[in-house]
């Protein structure tokens, strides 16, 4: 434990000469970290100074190592929670490490299965064809021949993911004393859930259950290929996986007939993967996509996978129809039942909004949105408005926006509307099926049933409360609350005060006579005098505490330097 906490100790000092090299040292002051480490050296770096806020961010996340990178690459997914500048620049995050010795990969792979490689595997390939800072990928072949890609962790990485995430949850909690905007998604709330998926991702079993649920989905699409789990060869620690041959769509040749093609099966996969299966690939950049023969698609790396649930596919559909009918009210109501609100939002001022930034990008028709600034835009409002977006829509608008990317590259002329609408006219159809409805309206009368059950009860109740007298009304407002706080604090000051003056006044008469000296200095009135200075220095540090305030970060982020 003392080893641990002086590595933690050590890990906030470097973090902390990082920061001050990147312009971060009033946020170190105002945290308290700078008291933890008084003896660290913090010089800021004139170059860096120059550059945007959002770059100096990103650069020291990359400096500050792995954890960090995660963390940017995660934040980058959450344009609800950061503006678009900060998004952009995260984006570009690169999780790109040396690759460790071979050595290490044998021991991973008996720490993870209890036998040799030579027994496991036919042929293994000592040169990775792919190295990141939580593990790196191995071409291999099974004894019975068949030709796999192995993923192996990286020695160590949990430990210090561990490390780092215990350093990420202090400095979280003393930032959220210091930041002003903190009421949408709390620095504390972003970590613990950054926590949770780093340990998810650390578990190689949570990624072959995603491969294994896009498996079975595409089983009748000849179009689409998703690799083998091997689960006699997967752990924890080592994943094994159908090994894939083809391109990345990021380095694959095509012809024009071939592009448009392609572009196709893209989209009716991304569409297919939203409403139907309710499973969407979280990542689909052109490096995770590869081309195979036909041409067929194929799906790599599930370690980000979105689920949406149908509720979340019926107001996705509206959503996309009032967006391409330029009804911003409608766009305003969905989006506002989309999130969660962190107080009562102005709908009128909000749909003004929206109906200005449909205007700007939906001059004509859908067809010719530009669906990433569009998506930014809708996405700043969340930001402004202090509307919380659920995680699974945060990495769905992230995914959209790459799709969108892709297809404009591969088919510009695309026609999306007349892709999406079977799926639209399928889920309303649905959902006013008269099965469907009866099966609705069975649940409505089920509640109106149980609540109708209780209302007596609870009316008998009140009525009891009422005869007792111990009926109570509770109210909360937080004017109510401020004006209470600062009674009471007045009320300190004012006895403190007070009892110093008496104090003050009883030293002055315990001085007249000279009594109860020691080395002839009179005992009571030196009492007297220490105790007013005591309570007189406690006001006074109660209410400069009292009236600490958080700084504030708009300006940042309103401010390109």
């Known amino acids: 434990m003392i080893r641990t906490a002086f590595q933690d100790l050590n890990r906030v000092r470097q973090i902390a000469i990082i920061a001050g090299k990147y312009g971060f040292a009033d946020f170190l002051e ?10 660290a050296k913090i010089e800021g770096d004139a170059a860096a100074q120059s550059l945007t806020f959002a770059r100096r961010f990103r650069m020291m996340l990359a400096e500050l190592g792995p954890t960090f990178v995660k963390l940017g690459q995660v934040l980058s997914t959450r344009g609800d929670l950061l503006p678009a500048e900060f998004i952009e620049e995260l984006s570009t995050l690169q999780d790109k490490v040396p690759p460790f010795e071979m050595e290490d990969v044998r021991k ?16 293994f390939d000592p040169k990775p064809i792919a190295a990141a800072s939580m593990a790196q990928v191995h071409k291999a072949k099974t004894k019975d021949g068949i030709e796999v890609v192995v993923k192996v962790q990286r020695p160590g990485i949990t430990e210090r993911m561990r490390a780092d995430l215990s350093v990420l949850h202090a ?4 930032l959220e004393a210091v930041i002003e905007e903190v009421s949408v998604t709390s620095p504390t709330t972003i970590i613990e859930e950054f926590d949770k998926a780093v340990h998810e991702e650390l578990d190689f079993l949570n990624e072959a259950s995603n491969v294994r649920a896009f498996l079975k ?16 060869l997967t ?21 024009d007939e071939g592009k448009k093609k392609l572009a196709g099966i893209i989209l009716e996969e991304a569409f297919k993967q939203l409403f139907e299966d309710g499973l969407f690939h979280g990542d689909p950049h052109p490096g995770n996509l590869l081309i195979l023969p036909g041409p067929v698609l194929a799906l790599i790396d599930f370690g980000l996978v979105g689920r949406v649930t149908h509720q979340m596919q019926e107001a996705l559909i509206a959503l996309i129809l009032a967006v391409a009918l330029k009804d911003s009210e409608s766009v305003a109501r969905q989006l506002y039942r989309l999130g969660t609100a962190d107080s009562r939002a102005n709908l009128h001022t909000f749909k003004s909004d929206i109906d200005a930034i449909l205007n700007a990008y939906l001059p004509t028709s859908i067809a010719d949105v530009n669906a990433k600034a569009l998506v930014r835009d809708l996405l700043n409002l969340a930001v402004k408005y202090r509307v919380k977006v659920p995680r699974e829509y945060a990495i769905l608008a992230r995914a959209s926006v790459a799709i969108e990317g892709i297809l404009r590259s591969l088919y510009p002329e695309m026609p999306i509307g007349e892709i999406f609408m079977p799926y639209a006219k399928k889920m309303m159809a649905e959902r006013y099926d008269p099965a469907q409805l009866q099966g609705n309206a069975l649940k409505t009368l089920m509640r109106l049933q149980s609540a109708a059950s209780d209302l007596p009860l609870q009316l008998q109740q009140i009525i009891l409360d009422l005869e007792s007298g111990k009926f109570t009304v509770t109210l909360k407002n937080e004017q109510v609350e401020s004006i209470n706080s600062n ?14 003056c008496g104090f003050i006044i009883g030293s002055f008469i315990s001085f007249a006579p000279k009594q109860w000296e ?20 406690t006001a006074v540090v109660r209410q400069v505490l009292g009236g600490f305030r958080r700084v504030s970060i708009k300006r940042f982020f309103g401010n390109s330097r």
């Open 30 to 39: 105002r945290s308290g970290l700078r008291k933890i480490v008084p003896d």
């Open 108 to 123: 991973q792979i008996v720490a993870a299965f209890g036998r040799p490689l030579e027994e496991l595997y036919d042929e």
């Open 171 to 174: 400095i979280a909690r003393a």
């Open 217 to 232: 989905a595409h089983v009748d699409h000849p179009h689409v290929r998703i690799p083998k789990v091997y689960d006699e």
């Open 235 to 255: 752990g924890r620690t080592v994943l094994t996986l159908e090994f894939l041959d083809g391109p990345k769509l990021s380095s694959a040749q095509l012809d």
């Open 487 to 500: 009674l009471r604090a007045l009320a300190v000051v004012a006895f403190a005060g007070l009892s110093a």
């Open 518 to 537: 020691i080395a002839g200095i009179p005992v009571l009135g030196v009492f007297g005098i220490a105790a007013s200075v005591f309570l007189f220095s």
